[in-house]
């Protein structure tokens, strides 16, 4: 019977490619050697693949270390950990009353008080600013509710944003102007939307302007406010009108 044995080159292997301790009649079955002569053409059984161990590089990310008053402290790789400062700082658990009152109820009373006042949302895509300027999700619906539950004051909306809280507000003095008799105030509001660089108004679906020189605007509707059932009309009214557009942290961005 003929043999077939399996073997591994050495480097010392001979150039005839025959291992001086088989017989001449065998046909060994050989693994490939670095030194092997470029004339032999074995028979190549290949060893188990090896396992490699590869290490999923770990691509670490900023860490929200804590929110204070005032400074908000981020771990970022490569230059540990940062502070970065602000003028009011707000945690996840702050409360839609708490950041108005904090943040745009003195724009509300310096525009009762004649001066021009303006509440700016800037920041990324997705990361809540028509959550702060309007409410959660479904607002119009859950703004319903709660004012048919309640009394139309800012201490019955729990989940409305800026926008209606000022509203409350301004209607709240007008109410106290009709009862005193002192003052003569009249309510008008606009509703447009700014998008790709295009004012629409978004009662009339129509363009409108904004002037460079002084912000004001021109061509738009302007509606006589009451109540608040008259400013939440409307803003339902715009919503059906806001363009909106797909992106890749938010299928509503506006």
């Known amino acids: 019977q003929q043999l077939l044995p399996t073997i591994a080159l050495a480097p010392l292997l001979s150039h005839h490619c025959t291992p001086p301790l088989l017989p001449h009649h065998c046909s060994p079955t050989i693994a490939p050697s670095p030194l092997l002569p470029h ?146 105030i009249q309510v008008t509001a606009s509703y447009v939307q700014i998008y790709q660089n295009k004012c629409s108004d978004l009662m009339t679906n129509r363009p409108c302007v904004v002037r460079s020189n002084t912000g004001d605007l021109s061509g738009c509707s302007s509606h006589s406010i009451e109540h608040l059932n008259d400013a939440l009309s409307m803003l339902k009214e715009g919503e059906k009108n806001k363009k909106f557009a797909a992106t890749a942290m938010n299928n509503r961005s506006s």
């Open 39 to 184: 004339h032999c053409s074995p028979t190549v059984a290949l060893p188990p693949p090896w396992k490699k161990n590869l290490r999923k590089r770990i691509i670490e990310k900023p860490k929200l270390l804590s929110v204070q008053s005032s400074r908000v402290n981020f771990y970022v790789p490569g230059s540990g950990v940062r502070n970065f400062l602000f003028p009011r700082c707000f945690g996840g658990d702050a409360t839609q009353s708490e950041i108005y009152s904090s943040c745009a109820r003195s724009a509300v009373f310096a525009a009762l008080n004649g001066m021009s006042s303006a509440v700016l949302s800037y920041g990324q895509t997705g990361s809540g600013k028509t959550y702060t300027q309007f409410g959660a999700p479904g607002w119009e619906s859950k703004l319903e509710q709660e004012m048919s539950s309640s009394s139309a004051s800012s201490a019955g909306l729990s989940t409305a944003g800026c926008v209606v809280r000022s509203i409350v507000d301004v209607l709240d003095v007008l109410q106290r102007s009709k009862e005193s008799g002192n003052i003569n």
